[in-house]
């Protein structure tokens, strides 16, 4: 894989490196410095002439340093005559404002795709993206992959006695029922009613839990309101045990907290961005193995959807 490099941003240098190592390559140098007044400067210290670049960076918190550093890297690249660039990003930013959903407002997933374009960027590598409609904002291919993939491995380790799939919300019914489907499980939803952002009230459970091993799927974990809640209810309404899983393990603000108190038994989340706080209930899984897969796959031209068949 010589015309093959591997570059990675500031924002998950132990994700970027496990990667490389499961494709026996290295990280390819390049510098990530900050000038005085906080502006990022980039300097790409080795040749990138006709090589197709990948660039690992979630855009997760701080997101706009973060994104802000993809554009300049891609722009560097760019300027360096690289044959194809492709930014590899487990976790995508700015994703829950998707569509107008009051007066006023921003799509702010489509203005991050006219950026990333614009940029110069070839081809998007991500991980469950919020909304799966967000790939059409691109006229760019975008490869959103499954985190499922590896949450499935480790379920079916688990051997649950009684084990039942939930959705924590309505909008995340086709999500938990694709993986309800590939471990083939019943599916129950929480019903849930949203008076502001980051702020849930759990209304109701559609479907029976009574002494099941309850299965929460959601795409990101952020404050844990809503998996918290959830678990409560399902417990109160009769299920034996409750897990959660969450692909990107943002947990901000009060999330650990709520995690250690709740009635959650175990929080199972990949590292597509760094988990900086501990907790006894959380689990990390590797999603590693399967960005790197992907792209060899991708400088091999070979198919990506025969990963999740």
């Keep these: 894989m010589r015309g093959f490099k591997i570059f990675t941003g500031s924002a998950h240098p ?4 496990e990667l490389a190592k499961h494709l026996d390559a290295v990280i390819s140098k390049a510098t990530v410095n900050r000038f005085s007044d906080g502006e990022i400067n980039v300097q790409i210290s080795e040749s990138v002439r006709g090589k197709d670049v990948f ?3 979630p855009t997760c918190a701080p997101t706009n340093d973060n994104l802000m550093e993809l554009l300049i890297m891609t722009d560097a690249f760019k300027r360096s005559s690289a044959n194809s660039i492709n930014a590899v990003i487990p976790y995508f930013g700015y994703a829950r404002q ?4 009051a007066p006023r407002v921003p799509i702010t997933a489509k203005l991050v795709a006219n950026l990333i374009q614009s940029a110069g960027i070839n ?3 991500t991980m469950d993206l919020h909304a799966g409609q967000i790939q059409g904002f691109f006229d760019i291919p975008v490869d959103n992959l499954y985190g ?3 949450f499935r491995d480790y379920i079916r380790a688990k051997k649950f006695k009684n084990p039942i799939i939930a959705s924590p919300d309505i909008g995340g019914v086709s999500r938990a029922r694709y993986f309800a489907n590939q471990l083939g499980l019943d599916l129950v939803i929480v019903d849930k009613k949203r008076e ?3 702020v849930s009230e759990v209304m109701n459970i559609i479907g029976d839990v009574q002494d099941k091993d309850v299965i929460l799927v959601d795409d990101m974990i952020d404050t844990a309101g809503t998996m918290c809640k959830a678990a409560d209810v399902l417990k109160a309404r009769g299920a034996k045990s409750v897990m959660a899983l969450g692909t990107h393990p943002v947990l901000s ?4 907290e709520r995690i250690e108190k709740s009635s959650l038994d175990e929080v199972v989340v990949s590292n597509s961005i760094p988990v900086k706080q501990q907790s006894s209930k959380i689990t990390v899984l590797s999603v ?6 992907v792209i060899r796959r991708i400088y091999h031209n070979e198919s990506v959807n025969s990963l999740f068949v």
């Design 14 to 17: 132990n994700f970027s490196k």
């Design 55 to 57: 660039i690992i960076q």
């Design 98 to 101: 998707d569509r107008k959903a």
């Design 123 to 125: 081809r998007v590598i």
């Design 148 to 150: 499922s993939i590896v």
């Design 196 to 198: 502001k952002a980051n």
């Design 253 to 256: 603000g009060p999330a650990i």
């Design 288 to 293: 590693a193995p399967l960005f790197a897969e």
